[in-house]
């Protein structure tokens, strides 16, 4: 029987016993719990590797977890099927596409065929995300009959991933509240309005020039047409091409959160992250709270583009963080990634020669940004239908934001559909505060108070977040300027009842006690969010400050877990005096856990990057053509194969359009390729309306 690498326990995450079955692959016994998809089960079972590629035999494993490649590929049950979409079942069989699979007998199908039935509504939604579930609770409430799609098995999309508690307003889009309770509450509200129709595992293959889009639930196919449409899809998330970066263990961050996050799987042991992002940051984050080691984040510019908070709560816990570096290769071998190697930039993006260095990692989370996943808005606004955008979709931000998004989008549909509402201004202004990038940061200052109790505010940069002013029940916390952007402030009468250490979304708030401690020394009360076996009264642990930079090892006095705190432990320290206002957090990870290798000890070089996964096409074989003249992405297409794989180019366009910027080649003079008319696969029995059994 194969190892398992399922969690079975979480800080922040409930971990239920599910049933077990077995299911075969490569012909051998795995197990696989109700409710997982393939990958994951996969994963679960220590399997990161699915198959190998037709073309050259590289090893294949998986990238996106959302359906937008084709990495993940195999045959289940007789069938091509995405693994990372696919539910796997009791007996299942599963085999890797190391050729091309035989076609299935004439009477594989006993297919009757039928009229293929159109829905209409008011109002269709495609993506039950928080903008797509806000458009539709606006809708509900107005009793507008509305069709939402989702292609999982739950709502709320990203929110099902996240964790952390959320920045941003408590009145307004749940800031203090984690994400994954959030989704709850969503979906809770959603299902009050019976004309709101929700279909989950259900996809939209595409519009149409009919002005209807074609949806598959499972083996059934049918029509909707909407008077409006709402795209609230989501992003998906960008490559990054270097050497190796094709190996298995290098994918998404967004699929990691969804292995560690949403289905329990451990799928690494010690990983490097490429971009310094909030994406890139959390799931930093969400793996040590798995208990993943985190060898260390990349970023090219000189600063973090993520909320310095997040950033900060990596460095406290022993993730160094590199900035101005980049990733200039991946080495492994067949059964995937075994090192990462990152160097040096200059201000012009110029590598350092001698500035190298390579970590020992089994995994590599590339975290460089998101793309709206738009084609069907872009399809649907070129043939005229009435259509609107909401969330990533329309442009990327943070999921409080898409929240705000999805319902100025839900009302704007309704007016336009003839109701009498009105947007409130506040709406609009909210959005786009929420929508912000960081603004100023300032300079490190704290207190040389040493008496009575106190918190201590370790938040220096400018993010819309209000939650510690909320909860304080002195009101003695409070932002400049009274603006979400504010910094926050302490000033007023403390009771040391800790609300605003626990509810912080940056965990950047401590609490400082010198009433009952010891000469010279005084308590400091820091959040903790991870497994509370790490740490015990008693155990000494070095203290840090807000850039993780060592103070002094304390010993902890008290762990306590109130009501109010919601899964964060309140751990309280005895520190020295002077050091107190500083104190920011405990270190976890030892400098140990970040493992450098020689240089000599990497294994397999590659001297070319990969820039379309699903044909195995080359970056020396596009800048050829690209040398020869060649400007159209459809000749590239035609000569290359590239865009012709199942993920349907969404992945190589993008490198593609780098190698033309790289070659001195404008963005005017190519012509962009043309995407096909469906936005995923799906058996021609299906979509012509067959009953297959």
């Given at each position: 029987?194969?190892?398992?690498?399922?969690?079975?326990?979480?800080?922040?995450?409930?971990?239920?016993?599910?049933?077990?079955?077995?299911?075969?692959?490569?012909?051998?016994?795995?197990?696989?719990?109700?409710?997982?998809?393939?990958?994951?089960?996969?994963?679960?079972?220590?399997?990161?590797?699915?198959?190998?590629?037709?073309?050259?035999?590289?090893?294949?494993?998986?990238?996106?977890?959302?359906?937008?490649?084709?990495?993940?590929?195999?045959?289940?049950?007789?069938?091509?099927?995405?693994?990372?979409?696919?539910?796997?079942?009791?007996?299942?069989?599963?085999?890797?596409?190391?050729?091309?699979?035989?076609?299935?007998?004439?009477?594989?199908?006993?297919?009757?065929?039928?009229?293929?039935?159109?829905?209409?509504?008011?109002?269709?939604?495609?993506?039950?995300?928080?903008?797509?579930?806000?458009?539709?609770?606006?809708?509900?409430?107005?009793?507008?009959?509305?069709?939402?799609?989702?292609?999982?098995?739950?709502?709320?999309?990203?929110?099902?991933?996240?964790?952390?508690?959320?920045?941003?307003?408590?009145?307004?889009?749940?800031?203090?509240?984690?994400?994954?309770?959030?989704?709850?509450?969503?979906?809770?509200?959603?299902?009050?309005?019976?004309?709101?129709?929700?279909?989950?595992?259900?996809?939209?293959?595409?519009?149409?020039?009919?002005?209807?889009?074609?949806?598959?639930?499972?083996?059934?196919?049918?029509?909707?047409?909407?008077?409006?449409?709402?795209v609230a899809a989501g992003a998906r998330e960008k490559a990054l091409g270097f050497p190796g970066w094709d190996l298995p263990g290098v994918y998404g961050a967004g699929a990691f959160q969804t292995l560690v996050n949403r289905d329990l799987v451990r799928p690494s042991h010690r990983l490097f992250i490429i971009g310094g992002g909030n994406v890139g940051l959390i799931a930093g984050y969400h793996a040590?709270?798995?208990?993943?080691?985190?060898?260390?984040?990349?970023?090219?510019?000189?600063?973090?583009?993520?909320?310095?908070?997040?950033?900060?709560?990596?460095?406290?816990?022993?993730?160094?963080?590199?900035?101005?570096?980049?990733?200039?290769?991946?080495?492994?071998?067949?059964?995937?990634?075994?090192?990462?190697?990152?160097?040096?930039?200059?201000?012009?993006?110029?590598?350092?020669?001698?500035?190298?260095?390579?970590?020992?990692?089994?995994?590599?989370?590339?975290?460089?940004?998101?793309?709206?996943?738009?084609?069907?808005?872009?399809?649907?606004?070129?043939?005229?239908?009435?259509?609107?955008a909401a969330g990533d979709a329309a442009e990327i931000a943070e999921a409080s934001a898409a929240m705000f998004s999805g319902k100025i989008a839900g009302l704007t549909i309704a007016a336009d559909l003839g109701d009498d509402v009105e947007i409130p201004d506040e709406w609009h202004e909210k959005s786009d505060i929420l929508k912000s990038r960081p603004g100023r940061t300032y300079p490190v200052k704290?207190?040389?108070?040493?008496?009575?109790?106190?918190?201590?505010?370790?938040?220096?940069?400018?993010?819309?977040?209000?939650?510690?002013?909320?909860?304080?029940?002195?009101?003695?916390?409070?932002?400049?300027?009274?603006?979400?952007?504010?910094?926050?402030?302490?000033?007023?009468?403390?009771?040391?009842?800790?609300?605003?250490?626990?509810?912080?979304?940056?965990?950047?708030?401590?609490?400082?006690?010198?009433?009952?401690?010891?000469?010279?020394?005084?308590?400091?009360?820091?959040?903790?969010?991870?497994?509370?076996?790490?740490?015990?009264?008693?155990?000494?642990?070095?203290?840090?400050?807000?850039?993780?930079?060592?103070?002094?090892?304390?010993?902890?006095?008290?762990?306590?877990?109130?009501?109010?705190?919601?899964?964060?432990?309140?751990?309280?320290?005895?520190?020295?005096?002077?050091?107190?206002?500083?104190?920011?957090?405990?270190?976890?990870?030892?400098?140990?856990?970040?493992?450098?290798?020689?240089?000599?000890?990497?294994?397999?070089?590659?001297?070319?990057?990969?820039?379309?996964?699903?044909?195995?096409?080359?970056?020396?074989?596009?800048?050829?053509?690209?040398?020869?003249?060649?400007?159209?992405?459809?000749?590239?297409?035609?000569?290359?194969?590239?865009?012709?794989?199942?993920?349907?180019?969404?992945?190589?366009?993008?490198?593609?359009?780098?190698?033309?910027?790289?070659?001195g080649v404008p963005e005017e003079e190519t012509t962009p390729m043309t995407y096909r008319p469906m936005n995923m696969e799906v058996t021609l029995g299906i979509f012509a309306g067959a009953d297959v059994g």
């Amino acid at each position: 029987m194969s190892k398992n690498e399922r969690l079975n326990k979480h800080p922040i995450l409930p971990i239920h016993e599910r049933d077990e079955f077995t299911f075969n692959f490569n012909d051998k016994e795995m197990i696989g719990i109700e409710g997982e998809v393939i990958s994951s089960s996969l994963f679960a079972n220590g399997i990161n590797v699915f198959g190998h590629h037709i073309k050259d035999g590289s090893p294949q494993g998986m990238f996106c977890a959302n359906g937008q490649c084709s990495q993940c590929t195999v045959i289940a049950d007789g069938l091509a099927v995405k693994a990372c979409m696919e539910p796997v079942k009791s007996g299942m069989k599963i085999y890797s596409c190391e050729e091309l699979p035989d076609l299935p007998p004439d009477d594989y199908y006993d297919a009757h065929f039928r009229d293929v039935e159109t829905k209409q509504c008011d109002v269709m939604v495609i993506g039950g995300g928080p903008a797509g579930i806000a458009a539709a609770i606006e809708l509900g409430k107005l009793s507008r009959s509305v069709i939402l799609v989702d292609d999982r098995a739950s709502l709320g999309g990203k929110l099902v991933l996240q964790t952390h508690t959320f920045f941003g307003s408590i009145a307004d889009c749940y800031a203090g509240t984690r994400g994954i309770d959030i989704a709850n509450i969503l979906k809770s509200e959603i299902h009050k309005y019976e004309n709101v129709k929700v279909f989950l595992n259900t996809s939209a293959l595409g519009v149409f020039v009919d002005k209807k889009i074609g949806v598959i639930q499972g083996k059934n196919y049918f029509l909707v047409k909407p008077s409006k449409l709402l795209v609230a899809a989501g992003a998906r998330e960008k490559a990054l091409g270097f050497p190796g970066w094709d190996l298995p263990g290098v994918y998404g961050a967004g699929a990691f959160q969804t292995l560690v996050n949403r289905d329990l799987v451990r799928p690494s042991h010690r990983l490097f992250i490429i971009g310094g992002g909030n994406v890139g940051l959390i799931a930093g984050y969400h793996a040590i709270q798995a208990g993943i080691k985190v060898a260390g984040l990349v970023e090219a510019m000189p600063r973090v583009g993520g909320y310095k908070v997040h950033a900060d709560k990596l460095k406290r816990l022993g993730v160094p963080i590199y900035l101005s570096h980049t990733a200039i290769e991946a080495s492994g071998d067949d059964n995937g990634v075994k090192s990462i190697k990152i160097i040096r930039i200059d201000p012009f993006f110029n590598p350092i020669p001698g500035t190298e260095q390579a970590f020992d990692v089994d995994t590599v989370l590339i975290a460089v940004g998101l793309n709206p996943i738009s084609e069907m808005y872009q399809f649907a606004k070129k043939i005229g239908m009435d259509v609107y955008a909401a969330g990533d979709a329309a442009e990327i931000a943070e999921a409080s934001a898409a929240m705000f998004s999805g319902k100025i989008a839900g009302l704007t549909i309704a007016a336009d559909l003839g109701d009498d509402v009105e947007i409130p201004d506040e709406w609009h202004e909210k959005s786009d505060i929420l929508k912000s990038r960081p603004g100023r940061t300032y300079p490190v200052k704290y207190s040389d108070r040493k008496e009575g109790v106190f918190p201590v505010i370790h938040c220096f940069q400018e993010i819309p977040c209000n939650p510690c002013t909320e909860v304080c029940p002195h009101n003695s916390i409070k932002i400049d300027n009274d603006t979400l952007m504010g910094i926050p402030s302490f000033d007023g009468k403390c009771s040391a009842c800790g609300k605003c250490v626990a509810i912080c979304p940056g965990l950047a708030i401590t609490l400082v006690d010198f009433r009952k401690s010891d000469e010279g020394f005084a308590h400091v009360t820091v959040p903790f969010e991870l497994l509370s076996e790490t740490i015990g009264v008693g155990d000494k642990f070095p203290v840090v400050d807000v850039d993780g930079n060592y103070i002094v090892d304390a010993e902890i006095l008290k762990i306590s877990n109130p009501k109010f705190a919601d899964r964060t432990l309140l751990v309280k320290l005895n520190v020295p005096a002077g050091h107190a206002c500083r104190v920011a957090g405990i270190r976890i990870q030892s400098p140990e856990d970040v493992k450098l290798v020689e240089k000599e000890a990497n294994k397999t070089k590659f001297e070319d990057v990969i820039v379309c996964k699903c044909s195995r096409v080359w970056d020396s074989e596009v800048r050829k053509l690209i040398r020869a003249g060649v400007r159209d992405m459809n000749q590239l297409k035609a000569e290359l194969n590239v865009g012709m794989g199942a993920c349907g180019g969404k992945t190589c366009e993008q490198l593609i359009n780098r190698i033309f910027r790289e070659e001195g080649v404008p963005e005017e003079e190519t012509t962009p390729m043309t995407y096909r008319p469906m936005n995923m696969e799906v058996t021609l029995g299906i979509f012509a309306g067959a009953d297959v059994g």
